[in-house]
């Protein structure tokens, strides 16, 4: 079955600065990866998705790469902000039908004023 | 209505008590979902519900069962749990259900209800 793996487990950044997370992935038949954001108390939030016939997305601050060759992909956060604290989850699965979602093990973002 | 809703958000149990959880959603989506995740950790899917008909068990203990009476709603209930059941249990909500070639869309998340046994 489907393994994915996620680093850093922690991350700590000053505010206006760059986050990187990475995840491998070890199905080579997934194809859609989105990225969740989870805060305290809170069920995960979406917060973008990538689809393997596309190898870059962007939505404001926040852009994912994928390299299907390698089977991994990142997460990009530019400008970080205070509210940007949170735990971020990658996941993998098969795009089509019902979401049978592998999670990473998290990150846990701290970002200081 | 972009929301999956689950009740109660808290809850304890003793160890021979029987409880439910309950989810909703009204965005007309054919696939429910409970996960459950531990403090720290990633959520790990339990069940998936595919036009109200059980598609996946990951191997859950009989002590939990889930329930899908109609589209909207999903139920899991309880019964005998042991303290190292105690989680944050998810429930989500996708559009297409199994057999579908389209792409698949967005899973929403609830909040979860956060459950202890005593």
Known sequence: GENVEQ??????VQEGDSA???????????????????????GPQLIIDIRSNVGEKKDQRIAVTLNKTAKHFSLHITE????????YFCAASRATGFQKLVFGTGTRLLVSP | DTEVT???KHLVMGMTNKKSLKCEQHMGHR?????????????????????????????????FSPECPNSSLLN????????????LYLCASSLYGQGNSRENTEAFFGQG???TVV
């Open chain 1, 7 to 12: 680093h850093p487990s922690t991350l700590s």
């Open chain 1, 20 to 42: 990187v997370i990475k995840c491998t992935y070890s199905d080579s038949a997934s194809n859609y990866f989105p990225w969740y954001k989870q805060e305290l108390g809170k």
């Open chain 1, 80 to 87: 970080t902000q205070p509210e940007d604290s949170a735990v």
């Open chain 2, 6 to 8: 689950q009740t109660p």
């Open chain 2, 31 to 63: 696939a429910m979902y409970w996960y459950k995740q531990k403090a720290k950790k990633p959520p790990e899917l339990m069940f998936v519900y595919s036009y109200e008909k059980l598609s996946i068990n990951e191997s859950v203990p009989s002590r």
């Open chain 2, 76 to 87: 899991l209930h309880l019964h005998a749990l042991q303290p190292e059941d105690s989680a």
């Open chain 2, 113 to 115: 209800t956060r459950l």
